[in-house]
C-alpha cells in the first residue's frame, strides 16, 4: 500500500518483492493511492505480475499534485486481469456540517480521521486482504467488485448520503494536465511515452 510518491514506488517495490524475491505466494496485493511516478519498473516488468496478484488504485477527484493519468498509465498496462483489479475515484461530499474532501491527502486529511478515511479507504484496503489471504468472495465483492453495491456504497445518515465511489476497468482522465503540479506529459515522468 502506497501513497503519493509511495504509490508511484509501490509497483517496483511489489515487483521485487513478487518476483525477484518470491513473497506473496499465499497472496498478494497493491493498494496505490493518487500515485505520484513510476520509476524502476520497466514495460516488461508490468506485464509479468505473478497471477495471484490483487490491484485497487485510487485518485482523487479534487486533487491538484499528481495527474489521474500517472495511475491510468499503470493501471491499464498492468498484467492484471480486470476481474482481479479496479480503478476507484472518490468525489467531494459537502454535507450541511461537514465537507468530506477529495484531496490529495486523503487519507487522513489534516483535518480529521473521517468516514471517507474509513469507508472509502481502509474498508477497501481489509477487504482486499481478505480476499487475497483467504480467499473470501464477500470481501472481493467489497475490494473488487467491479461497481457492487458492496463496493461503491458510501454511508448515509439521517438521509444525507456521501458520494459513491466511481468504480471502472477503463479509466479517463476528466481534467487537462494543467490541472497537476506532477504531469504525466512531463520529462520527469519515466513513462512519458505511455502518458495519453
Same mark, same amino acid.
Given at each position: 500500500?502506497?501513497?503519493?510518491?509511495?504509490?508511484?514506488?509501490?509497483?517496483?517495490?511489489?515487483?521485487?518483492?513478487?518476483?525477484?524475491?518470491?513473497?506473496?505466494?499465499?497472496?498478494?496485493?497493491?493498494?496505490?493511492?493518487?500515485?505520484?511516478?513510476?520509476?524502476?519498473?520497466?514495460?516488461?516488468?508490468?506485464?509479468?505480475?505473478?497471477?495471484?496478484?490483487?490491484?485497487?488504485?485510487?485518485?482523487?477527484?479534487?486533487?491538484?499534485?499528481?495527474?489521474?493519468?500517472?495511475?491510468?498509465?499503470?493501471?491499464?498496462?498492468?498484467?492484471?486481469?480486470?476481474?482481479?483489479?479496479?480503478?476507484?475515484?472518490?468525489?467531494?461530499?459537502? @454535507?450541511?456540517?461537514?465537507?468530506?474532501?477529495?484531496?490529495?491527502?486523503?487519507?487522513?486529511?489534516?483535518?480529521?480521521?473521517?468516514?471517507?478515511?474509513?469507508?472509502?479507504?481502509?474498508? @477497501?484496503?481489509?477487504?482486499?486482504?481478505?480476499?487475497?489471504?483467504?480467499?473470501?468472495?464477500?470481501?472481493?465483492?467489497?475490494?473488487?467488485?467491479?461497481?457492487?453495491?458492496?463496493?461503491?456504497?458510501?454511508?448515509?445518515?439521517?438521509?444525507?448520503?456521501?458520494?459513491?465511489?466511481?468504480?471502472?476497468?477503463?479509466?479517463?482522465?476528466?481534467?487537462?494536465?494543467?490541472?497537476?503540479?506532477?504531469?504525466?506529459?512531463?520529462?520527469?515522468?519515466?513513462?512519458?511515452?505511455?502518458?495519453?
Amino acid at each position: 500500500m502506497g501513497h503519493s510518491f509511495g504509490g508511484g514506488a509501490t509497483f517496483a517495490l511489489a515487483h521485487k518483492g513478487f518476483v525477484d524475491e518470491g513473497w506473496g505466494e499465499n497472496g498478494r496485493f497493491i493498494f496505490a493511492m493518487a500515485q505520484w511516478y513510476s520509476y524502476q519498473i520497466t514495460q516488461t516488468e508490468l506485464q509479468s505480475f505473478p497471477e495471484n496478484t490483487k490491484l485497487i488504485t485510487q485518485v482523487y477527484n479534487d486533487d491538484v499534485t499528481n495527474d489521474h493519468r500517472l495511475a491510468i498509465d499503470i493501471f491499464k498496462n498492468i498484467n492484471i486481469p480486470d476481474s482481479e483489479k479496479d480503478f476507484i475515484l472518490i468525489k467531494k461530499s459537502v @454535507l450541511p456540517t461537514f465537507t468530506y474532501t477529495a484531496e490529495h491527502n486523503l487519507p487522513n486529511t489534516q483535518s480529521s480521521y473521517d468516514a471517507y478515511d474509513y469507508y472509502g479507504i481502509y474498508r @477497501l484496503l481489509d477487504a482486499v486482504i481478505d480476499y487475497s489471504f483467504n480467499g473470501n468472495l464477500t470481501a472481493k465483492n467489497v475490494a473488487l467488485g467491479n461497481e457492487s453495491k458492496e463496493q461503491v456504497t458510501m454511508p448515509s445518515y439521517n438521509g444525507l448520503a456521501l458520494s459513491p465511489l466511481e468504480v471502472t476497468d477503463n479509466p479517463a482522465a476528466f481534467y487537462p494536465q494543467s490541472k497537476y503540479s506532477f504531469q504525466c506529459g512531463s520529462i520527469s515522468n519515466p513513462r512519458l511515452d505511455h502518458c495519453n
